[in-house]
C-alpha cells in the first residue's frame, strides 16, 4: 500500500518535470516577442538583445530548458514583467480562488450526481429514473459560460440574492463563500449530470452482480445493500473520472474568473497571454498543470485505499 | 412425512420464454432434494423463484409456494425478507463472485445477523463458531481478510457457514459445487453432507452434475424445458428411469462410462444403443516418429513487484509456476495434461503457444526449437499449433460472424487469398456445424456450438497439434460426450496430435491415449490412460481419479 503511493507520487512528478519541459518549448514557439512587448515599439535592436540576453532568451533551446527546470526545482519561477515580484509570490496570492473554486465545484458535481446516480439506478427505468436522466444531459449540454451569465442575471441582477462579481478579498470567510456559490455552480453542475449518469451506470453493473443477490438472499435491509454492498464498488470509476474532471473544470475555471472577476490562476494565466508576460503565463500553466496531476494522482490513491485488493502488500 | 414447503403451479417468465412450466412438488422437512438438469432446463430459475429472488426480467405468471402455512409469493416484501437468512438461507454457484469484495468475511457474517439483539462482540463469535464448523483453519483472522486473499474452496465454506449460522429449516443449493476442483468438490459435499446430519435442515441442491446429486441427495427431480420429468428416489431414478431423456442423460455421460470408447453416446442415439468400445484405427499413433511436441525441463517463473520496483532494491516474490516439466507427444496421440487450478497446467500451454517466455528448457516443435525461434520462427509454429480456448464463447469477437472469425488465422498469416466463405464453410463443416452457422453471430450458439465454432478455428491452419485448453468446462454432460467425439474424430481423419489440458477425469479416459498429471508446477506421474486409471502411482493421481467418481448410494428409504 505504502509502497504503491511512493510509486504513484513519483510518477506523478516525472509527468509534472515532463510537463515543465514542454510548456516551455510551448511558450517560446508561440509567435510574438517578449522583448518587443514588454519593452514598446520604440526600442532598439541594441535594448532588445540586452533584455532577451537578462532573461537567458539568447541561449539555445536545451539549455534554456534545463536552465528553466532548474530554477523551478529551486523554487523560482522568475519575476512578473509588470509587477516585478517573483512569480511564486504572484501565483501564491492567486492560487487559493482557484483551489477553492475547483474544490467546491466538486463537492458539487460528486454531492449531487452520486445520490442521483445512486437513486436512479435503484429505481432504474422508473419515471423518476427518466426524469434524472432527462435533467443529467441538459446538464451536461449547458455550456457553464451560459449558466454563469443567466445565474448572474437571475440571481445577482433580478433578485440580489448572492454578488455578481469578485472573490471577497480581504473579507470574512462568509462572504468568501457568498462570492463562491454563483462561480461553483457555472463549473460544477454540468458535472453533475456526467457523474449522475456515470454512477448510474455502474450502480446498475453492480446491483446485478451475485453479491448483491446474496445479501438479498440473506435478508439485508435494501438500504445497507445499496450504500454498503453496491456504492463502495460503483463508486471507484467516478473517483478516477473526477480526478481527471479537475482539468476540464481548470479550463472552466478560466471563464468563471473571467467573467466573475475572481483574481484566481485562471485570471492570471488569460491577462498574463495578453501581455505576453512569459515568467506568468508559464508559471500560471505550471500552476495548473500541478493542480491536475495532484487530483489525479489523489484519485488513484484514494482508489487504492478504497480497494482491499490493494492491501495485500501491506506488512 | 411431515411436509416443509409445497410448491403448487409454479410458472415463471423471462420475457417471452416460459422458463418454468407449472411445476408443482412437496419437500418434507430435513429432506434432501436434487434437481438436476442441462442449462437453460429452468432449475435455476426454479429455485430463485421459490423466495422470489429472480432478476427484473423474469416475471412468476402464477403458483403458490406455501412454506410453514405462508404462501412466499405473496407474502409482504418485509415479511419474506425477515425468513431470508434465518429460516431459508442460500449458497450460491460461484464462491468467487458471491461474496462482496469491498467488505471483510467478518463484516459480511456478522451483517447476516443484523437482526439479531446480540452485542457485536457476540456476533462475532456467533459467526468464528460458525467458521469453525465449516473447518476453516485460523478462523478468527479469516474474519479481517477479505474474499480475494482466500482460495475459492475456503470462500465456499465461508458462504456455507453464513447460510448455516442461525439454523435455518431450509437450505437452497445453486450448483455450491459446480466451479470447484475435483478434489475441493468431494471436501465440499462431505461438508455438506455433514451438516444435514448434524442441523437436519431440509436441502434442495440445483446442479448438472449427476454424480454429485447421486451423492448427496435422497430424492431426485430431473426437470428438462421447465417441465419436471421424473421424480423418485435417487437409487429409482439412478437405476431404472421411467423417463426416456432421463436415460438417455445418465446414458450419456462420460463419468458413468467406465469403458474407455472412443465414441461416447449422444443424446441423439437412441437409448437402447449400448456404449461400444471403440479403440479407433490401429496405427493411429505414430510412436516410432520423431515426437511432433517435445518439452524438456522447462521453467515458468512469475514475478510479483513488492513494495518498491526492483531496481531500487524492492524484494520481487518469485512464483515458481512451472518447474522441470517433460513430456513429447507423437503424431496422432492425444496427451492429457491434467491437475487442478494452479498446477502450472496452462503456464506450459501458453509456453508451447509463445504467449509466456519460459526461464530455461527447450519447447522442440517438429524440427523447430521454438525456445530459440525469432519472430519469423514464431510466426511459423503458429501455424502448426493451434489453441482451442475454455472459454469459447468469450474468445469469439460477439460482432462478427462465424464465417469471418473461423478463417481470421488464414488472414493473420498473410494468406487472405484463401480466406473465403468456402474455406468457412468447410471448417464449420469439419467441426459437425453447416453452412447455416456461417452467418450467424456468438450469442446465437449454444456452448456446444460455440466450442464447436472454437474448433473450426483452430483447424484454419491445417495445424498438427491442438491444444484443447479445458474443452468440456461448463459443458452440459449431454454435450461432453460430442465434444471428445468430434475431437477424436477429427484426429483419426487428420492425424492430428491434441494436448487436452483438463481437470475432468472423465473424459480424459475417453480421449487420452497417455496422461501426465501436473501437481505444483511438477509432473509428478506419467503414463499410459489404462494404466494411471487401473493403477495410479502417485497419491494425488488416485485422489484424482477418486474425487471424479460418485458412487450410487444405496439408501436404505430405496
Redesign the interface.
Known amino acids: 500500500m ?2 504503491y503511493i ?2 504513484r507520487i513519483a510518477l506523478g512528478c516525472a509527468v509534472l518535470l515532463l510537463a515543465i519541459s514542454t510548456l516551455y518549448v510551448i511558450v517560446q514557439a508561440a509567435p510574438g516577442d517578449p522583448a518587443s512587448a514588454m519593452l514598446g515599439p520604440k526600442a532598439t535592436p541594441a535594448i532588445k538583445a540586452a533584455f532577451a540576453e537578462k532573461l537567458g532568451l539568447d541561449k539555445p533551446m536545451p539549455v534554456q530548458i534545463v536552465r528553466y527546470v532548474g530554477s523551478v526545482l529551486s523554487g523560482d519561477l522568475g519575476t512578473d514583467l509588470r509587477s516585478r515580484r517573483p512569480v511564486t509570490e504572484v501565483l501564491a496570492a492567486h492560487a487559493p480562488y482557484t483551489v477553492e473554486l475547483i474544490l467546491a465545484s466538486l463537492l458539487i458535481a460528486a454531492g449531487l450526481g452520486i445520490p442521483l446516480g445512486c437513486a436512479a439506478a435503484v429505481r432504474r427505468n422508473s419515471l423518476f429514473d427518466q426524469a434524472i436522466g432527462l435533467l443529467s444531459v441538459s446538464l451536461i449540454s449547458v455550456p457553464p459560460v451560459i449558466i454563469a451569465i443567466y445565474g448572474m442575471l437571475l440571481f445577482s441582477a433580478a433578485l440580489g440574492w448572492l454578488p455578481a462579481i469578485g472573490a471577497g478579498v480581504g473579507e470574512g470567510l462568509g462572504s468568501r463563500l457568498h462570492h463562491l456559490i454563483l462561480p461553483a455552480i457555472a463549473v460544477g453542475i454540468g458535472w453533475v449530470g456526467y457523474i449522475a449518469r456515470l454512477v448510474r451506470a455502474s450502480m446498475i453493473e453492480v446491483l ?14 435494501e438500504l ?1 445493500i445499496v450504500y ?2 453496491a456504492l ?2 460503483a463508486v471507484a470509476p467516478t473517483i478516477t473520472v473526477l480526478g481527471v474532471g479537475v482539468g476540464y473544470m481548470l479550463g472552466s475555471a478560466v471563464f468563471a474568473e473571467i467573467v466573475f472577476a475572481r483574481p484566481g490562476i485562471g485570471k492570471l494565466m488569460y491577462d498574463a497571454v495578453i501581455l505576453r508576460n512569459y515568467p506568468v503565463t508559464l508559471g500560471a500553466v505550471l500552476a495548473a498543470t500541478a493542480l491536475l496531476v495532484a487530483a489525479t494522482t489523489l484519485a488513484d490513491i484514494l482508489n487504492a485505499l ?4 490493494f ?3 501491506r506488512e | 412425512m411431515d411436509t416443509l414447503l409445497q410448491v403448487d403451479n409454479l410458472a415463471v417468465r423471462f420475457g417471452p420464454v416460459q422458463a418454468v412450466k407449472w411445476v408443482s412438488f412437496a419437500l418434507g422437512r430435513g429432506e434432501t432434494l436434487g434437481i438436476v438438469g442441462e442449462s437453460g432446463s429452468g432449475k435455476s430459475t426454479l429455485l ?1 423463484a421459490l ?1 422470489r ?1 429472480l ?1 427484473e426480467t423474469a416475471a412468476i405468471n402464477s403458483g403458490e409456494v406455501w412454506f410453514d402455512s405462508e404462501d412466499l409469493l405473496r407474502l409482504p416484501p418485509d415479511r419474506l ?6 429460516r431459508i ?2 449458497i ?3 464462491p468467487m ?8 468475511i467478518g463484516q459480511q457474517m456478522m ?2 445477523l ?2 439479531e439483539p446480540w452485542s457485536a462482540r457476540e456476533k462475532r463469535a456467533r459467526a468464528i463458531d460458525a467458521l469453525e464448523w465449516v473447518s476453516l483453519p485460523d478462523p478468527a483472522r479469516r474474519m479481517e481478510m ?1 474474499p ?2 482466500l482460495s475459492g474452496g475456503q470462500r465456499q465454506r465461508v ?1 456455507i457457514a ?1 447460510a448455516l449460522m442461525l439454523g435455518p429449516d431450509l437450505l437452497l443449493a445453486d450448483e455450491p459445487t459446480t466451479a470447484l476442483d475435483a478434489t475441493l468438490e468431494v471436501e465440499v459435499l462431505d461438508l455438506l453432507k455433514r451438516l444435514q446430519r448434524e442441523t437436519g435442515c431440509a436441502v434442495i441442491f440445483v446442479s448438472h452434475h449427476l454424480g454429485t446429486v447421486a451423492t448427496l441427495c435422497d430424492r431426485v427431480m430431473v426437470m428438462k424445458d421447465g417441465e419436471i420429468r421424473e421424480d423418485g428416489s435417487v437409487a429409482q431414478v439412478f437405476t431404472r428411469p421411467e423417463d426416456d431423456y432421463t436415460a438417455r442423460l445418465l446414458r450419456c455421460d462420460p463419468a458413468r462410462i467406465i469403458e474407455p470408447t472412443r465414441r461416447l453416446p449422444t443424446m441423439a442415439d437412441a437409448p437402447a444403443a449400448t456404449a461400444a468400445a471403440v479403440v479407433g484405427p490401429a496405427g493411429r499413433v505414430k510412436g516410432s516418429e520423431s515426437p511432433i511436441l517435445a518439452v524438456s525441463d522447462l521453467f515458468v517463473t512469475f514475478h510479483r513487484g ?4 526492483a531496481a531500487i532494491g ?1 524484494a520481487v516474490e518469485r512464483i515458481h509456476a512451472v518447474r522441470q516439466v517433460s513430456f513429447s507427444i507423437s503424431k496422432g496421440e492425444t496427451l492429457a495434461l491434467i491437475g487442478e487450478s494452479g498446477s502450472g497446467k496452462s503456464s506450459v500451454a501458453r509456453s508451447i503457444l509463445g504467449l509466456v517466455r519460459p526461464d530455461a528448457g527447450t519447447i522442440r516443435l517438429g524440427e523447430r526449437e521454438l525456445t530459440k525461434a525469432d519472430r519469423g520462427g514464431w510466426q511459423a509454429a503458429r501455424g502448426e499449433v493451434s489453441m482451442m480456448f475454455q472459454d469459447p464463447a468469450g474468445s469469439l469477437s460477439p460482432r462478427r460472424t462465424l464465417a469471418e472469425q473461423v478463417v481470421e488465422p488464414l488472414i493473420v498469416h498473410g494468406r487472405r487469398a484463401e480466406a473465403t466463405r468456402a474455406k468457412a464453410v468447410e471448417l464449420l463443416t469439419l467441426a459437425g456445424l453447416d453452412s447455416r452457422f456461417a452467418d450467424r453471430y456468438p450469442h446465437e450458439l449454444s456452448g456446444g456450438q460455440a466450442r464447436r465454432a472454437g474448433i473450426a478455428r483452430a483447424l484454419a491452419m491445417s495445424p498438427r497439434l491442438i491444444v484443447a485448453d479445458e474443452p468440456t468446462a461448463g459443458l452440459d454432460v449431454s454435450v461432453q460426450g460430442e465434444v471428445i467425439n468430434l475431437l477424436n474424430d477429427l484426429q483419426e481423419r487428420l492425424g492430428l496430435s491434441i494436448l487436452l489440458i483438463t481437470h475432468n477425469m472423465a473424459i480424459v479416459r475417453h480421449a487420452a491415449d497417455r496422461v501426465a498429471v501436473m501437481l505444483k508446477g511438477q509432473i509428478v506421474e506419467t503414463g499410459p490412460t489404462a494404466r494411471i486409471f487401473a493403477a495410479p502411482e502417485h497419491d494425488y493421481t488416485a485422489r484424482l481419479i477418486a474425487a471424479a467418481h460418485h458412487d450410487l448410494p444405496t439408501h436404505e428409504s430405496a
Not at chain 2, 425478507?81 to 434465518?86: D, P
Not at chain 2, 463472485?97 to 471483510?104: C, E, F, K, V
Request: avoid cysteine.
Open positions: 505504502f509502497g511512493l510509486r446485478s452482480a451475485n453479491y448483491i443477490r446474496n445479501a438479498r438472499a440473506f435478508g439485508l435491509p445497507r454498503r454492498y463502495r464498488t478504497i480497494d482491499p485488493r492491501k495485500e502488500s | 430463485w423466495t429472488l432478476p425478507r425477515a425468513l431470508r437468512g434465518t438461507s442460500y450460491s454457484q460461484d463472485t458471491s461474496l462482496a469484495p469491498g467488505l471483510t451483517d447476516v443484523h437482526r477479505y480475494h486473499e458462504s453464513m513488492g513494495f518498491l520496483p524492492g
